[in-house]
């Protein structure tokens, strides 16, 4: 056995220290002592031979650095050789294989320690991508990975509810969408053609991936309450199952169960009337869509969300100012799920652990918004007279729904969450014609 080679000195190499865990200052001592255990003497020069080897191997394409620690006695003296002062060699090697650029893994290299124990001999490699200590160093991320969604209401890729589904994509979400069964047909050709490709892109270049597309009308809630002339009607031809029950009974029996359940539905069939000229039977169809549509989906998909999940649905400032124009029972509607979410965050919270909050949105110009008849004008007074004078985006309002179904809104229910540049807090509009006139 020849003699062992000392090891490099670390004041030579920047990119070589020995650190004691007692004192920095300790210096490392030739490993030819003859005090050093066998082991070491005949260890240590070829596990560093091994990693010089690792160095040239893994060269110079990688993106991720790869850390090397090898854990060593750092001795002064014979005499202090067995104290349980530790130090550590740590090596940087700049590049790594691609494969290592978003993934962190540890190896091991067998010693001839491991026939000739000792608690001094030990080497470990860890090879981290920067993308990994990045993530861990900062940030807070919204981590939706393992989670399974369920939105119900897209229809198109420009509302509220196609946004939210990309927010919760982005953040490692499964997405199941529920769409309004005379709108299925066009949406599911439209996305099986590629017509939303570019606004299926997520911020990493990948594309939003809809595991499940479910015929959904969230009016009805048993195949026994659909009137004859709804079932016999031939936007509804072609497909099945599409109530309340028999779609978290669909859900159930394809996936499982659902961690996020999403409530973007509203439709009122009088809303450019006055609520004064508004019939019975269109005030309670607004209620019925807008409103107790996700008292129905939550009560029926309580039973297969894991405990810890959360729902998120969406309302307006009408349910608490006036906006005159907003007819049809659609301001009486979202002032009911208002007060639906408090009520349900006790109830969904106390029974299955699960959180109940919405999002008070702004204007914003959607397909089904344009049915109002002056969303238009609605996004203009917005811009003119919120604190923050800017156009609002459908993403923002995806971000805060993804913000608030995951673990760091852990806390947060039976909130209404106002996203909308500030508007609600206005009580004086300063476009106003009477201001013109003062100033």
Not at 393 to 408: K, R
């Amino acid at each position: 056995m020849g003699r062992a080679r000392a090891p490099p000195n670390p004041t030579t190499n920047p990119k070589l220290t020995c650190r004691s865990a007692s004192s920095l200052s300790s210096k490392p001592t030739s490993h030819s002592n003859p005090a050093l255990p066998i082991a070491l003497r005949v260890f240590l020069p070829q596990a560093r031979d091994r990693l010089s080897a690792i160095a040239r191997i893994m060269g110079a394409s990688a993106a991720a650095g790869l850390h090397v620690v090898v854990e060593r006695p750092c001795a002064s003296s014979p005499g202090r050789m067995f104290k349980s002062r530790t130090a550590f060699w740590r090596i940087n090697l700049k590049g790594a294989s691609q494969g290592l650029a978003n993934s962190s893994s540890i190896f091991s290299i067998r010693s001839p320690c491991e026939r000739y124990p000792s608690k001094f001999c030990r080497v470990v490699t860890r090879a981290l991508s920067g993308e990994s200590e990045k993530r861990t160093a900062y940030g807070l991320p919204i981590d939706l990975r393992g989670k399974r969604a369920f939105i119900a209401g897209v229809a198109d890729d420009n509302g509220y509810g196609w946004a939210i589904a990309k927010a919760l994509a982005a953040a490692g979400a499964e997405i199941l969408v529920g769409t309004w069964v005379p709108a299925l047909n066009i949406f599911e050709t439209s996305l099986r053609r590629g017509k939303f490709d570019e606004s299926r892109r997520l911020p990493n270049g990948s594309l939003m991936h809809i595991a499940k597309v479910y015929p959904l009308d969230a009016v009805y809630d048993t195949p026994e309450d659909v009137p004859e002339d709804v079932k016999t009607n031939k936007r509804y031809a072609g497909s099945s199952n599409w109530t309340v029950k028999e779609v978290a009974e669909s859900v159930k029996n394809d996936f499982g169960s659902i961690d996020i359940l999403v409530h973007s539905l509203a439709n009122a069939p009088e809303v450019t009337k006055p609520l004064l000229e508004t019939s019975r039977r269109g005030y309670l169809a607004a209620i019925s869509a807008s409103s107790y549509s996700f008292v129905s989906l939550l009560q029926h998909f309580l039973p297969i969300m894991n405990p810890g999940g959360a729902t998120v649905s969406l309302t307006y400032i009408a349910s608490e100012r006036t906006i005159p124009g907003y007819g049809g029972g659609m301001s009486s509607a979202k002032a009911a799920l208002e007060s639906d979410t408090g009520v349900l965050a006790f109830e969904a919270g106390r029974k299955g652990q699960i959180r109940v909050n919405t999002i008070s949105a702004g204007p914003l110009g959607s397909r089904a918004a344009k049915a109002i008849g002056f969303i238009e004008k609605m996004i203009d007074y917005s811009y003119s007279n919120a604190p923050l004078q800017k156009e609002l985006l459908a993403d923002e309002v995806g971000n805060t729904a993804a913000f608030l179904v995951s673990p760091l809104a852990s806390a947060v229910t039976g909130s209404v969450v106002y996203v909308d540049n500030g508007l609600n807090t206005m009580g004086l509009a300063i476009d106003s014609r009477s201001l013109a006139t003062q100033n």
